[in-house]
């Protein structure tokens, strides 16, 4: 899914922010929180990273596809002088950490990268040279990692994520813990105990660090 604001063309500094769903969402969900949670500060590339048979494509994979759908967009749209950022939820978060990598490898698009709830362990990440990246952690306090058991997302990002990025050459802006959250920042879904967590009651209301974590994304310098 791709949108552009009606005044795209007369932007000083136009942005282009891509969403990666988690494993139980869809484009068009993370979309729709997104233009929520945004407005029309960005125009807009949702990737399903889906495939045929109901699992999921990897890091690569979702490179290749971006890298045609941008250049897609950039025959219809006057994209050159654009800044690319990347958000990621859930397992989206965690491709978002990986071709946060990739790109500095290849195109190096990416500007800025936001994880929200996206873990994994270091290992799946070696490989892969960090120098130049940007990121952003968002974590709900009551979040436990579901890949580290008997850990709590927060513990990864901050313990072990964070340093490891910084010591292969990425910059970690900050890791924001939502107080009384658990997964997701849109949605706060808590499967563990949700008697501890605070949710969203509509679909509008995007939690108290969505706007916090729009102001990190357009305060990221404009694409050189």
């Not at 795209?8 to 988690?22: D, Y």
């Not at 952003?136 to 990692?145: H, M, Q």
């Not at 964070?162 to 997701?184: F, I, K, M, Q, W």
Request: charged share 20%; net charge negative.
């Amino acid at each position: 899914m791709v949108w552009f604001p009606e005044d795209w063309s007369s932007r000083e500094h136009p942005t282009i922010l891509t969403v990666l769903h988690g494993s139980v969402g869809c484009q068009e969900a993370m979309f729709a929180d997104a233009r929520w949670a945004f407005g029309d500060h960005h125009a807009l590339i949702s990737l399903s990273h889906k495939d045929a048979d109901g699992g999921f494509i990897d890091a690569q994979a979702i490179q290749i596809d971006l890298d045609e759908t941008v250049a897609a967009v950039a025959a219809a749209c006057p994209i050159e002088e654009a800044t690319h950022l990347m958000y990621g939820l859930s397992r989206g978060g965690l491709r978002a950490i990986q071709l946060g990598g990739l790109d500095r490898a290849g195109p190096q698009r990416l500007a800025a990268v936001v994880s929200d709830s996206g873990t994994a362990p270091t290992s799946v990440l070696q490989g892969a040279s960090y120098a130049g990246a940007r990121f952003f952690f968002w974590c709900g306090e009551y979040d436990p990692d579901p890949t580290l058991e008997g850990r709590m997302t927060c513990d990864v990002l901050a313990s072990d994520l964070t340093p490891y990025l910084e010591r292969a050459g990425a910059t970690v802006d900050g890791v924001l813990v939502g107080d009384s959250a658990c997964h997701g920042m849109f949605t706060w879904d808590c499967s563990a105990d949700c008697l501890r967590c605070t949710g969203r009651t509509n679909p509008e209301q995007n939690g108290p660090h969505a706007a916090e974590v729009g102001v990190w994304l357009a305060g990221v310098a404009p694409a050189r």
